[in-house]
Antibody, heavy 120, light 109 residues
Framework: EVQLVESGGGLVQPGGSLRLSCAAS????????MTWVRQAPGTGLEWVSV???????YHADSVKGRFIISRDNSKNTLYLQLSSLRAEDTAVYYC??????????????WGQGTLVTVSS | QSALTQPRSVSGSPGQSVTISCTGT?????????VSWYQQHPGKAPNLMIH???KRPSGVPDRFSGSKSGNTASLTISGLQAEDEADYYC?????????FGGGTKLTVL
């Protein structure tokens, strides 16, 4: 059974840093592209970052230079390093698995999310 | 990376049909057949309902269907049921990045 479990969220001051983790089970993350999506309170989903099976990464303009997506294949875990945090980064952060198939691109499994609150 | 445009809310009575539109640009919805739709109930994670414009994952009722014309994708829910009341988000591949719609709240009257 595919499972994604996020952790690492919490309260952090503006300008601070945090590392989110997404522990995967039931599949091998290095065989899939993996993504982070966030949702600020009362608002919609916002795509944040993606890491492809080959290792290439992309980030949304809103977080470029401040967030870094990575993975540890030995731990089958996805990470998101958040730095220079701002109030507007307050959100629930979800990790999701990208479906790997011919002529298909979508996120088929999602974790339950971890809340990051940026406040002094 | 502007968000895709969705109506903020739609509503319908049980048994009726509703359609939610999702308008993008020639760089995302119009350029790729990689539009997906996600249902989200309050406090829950998003759940995949449609992928690659019009394909339904196993377990999703055939009351849910998707389509696309030009820069606009649509999700149609027929035979509305009370449990369909939720937020719906479209998402399009845009050449890495990806982009989501602002979300549509579906109310079943």
């Amino acid at each position: 059974e595919v499972q994604l479990v996020e952790s690492g969220g919490g309260l952090v001051q503006p300008g601070g840093s945090l590392r989110l983790s997404c522990a995967a089970s039931g599949f091998t993350i290095s065989s899939h592209y993996m993504t982070w999506v966030r949702q600020a309170p009362g608002t919609g989903l916002e795509w944040v970052s993606v890491i492809y099976s080959g290792g290439s990464t992309y980030h949304a303009d809103s977080v470029k230079g401040r967030f870094i997506i990575s993975r540890d294949n030995s731990k089958n875990t996805l990470y998101l390093q958040l730095s220079s945090l701002r109030a507007e980064d307050t959100a629930v952060y979800y990790c999701a698995r990208g479906y790997t198939g011919s002529s298909s691109l979508y996120f088929d499994y999602w974790g339950q999310g971890t809340l990051v609150t940026v406040s002094s | 990376q502007s968000a895709l445009t969705q109506p903020r809310s739609v509503s319908g009575s049980p048994g009726q049909s509703v359609t939610i539109s999702c308008t993008g640009t020639s760089s995302d919805v119009g350029d790729y057949n990689y539009v997906s739709w996600y249902q989200q109930h309050p406090g829950k994670a998003p759940n995949l309902m449609i992928h690659d414009v019009n394909k339904r994952p196993s377990g999703v009722p055939d009351r849910f269907s998707g389509s696309k014309s030009g820069n606009t994708a649509s999700l149609t829910i027929s035979g509305l049921q009370a449990e369909d009341e939720a937020d719906y988000y479209c998402c399009s591949y845009a050449g890495s990045p990806w982009v989501f719609g602002g979300g549509t709240k579906l109310t079943v009257l």
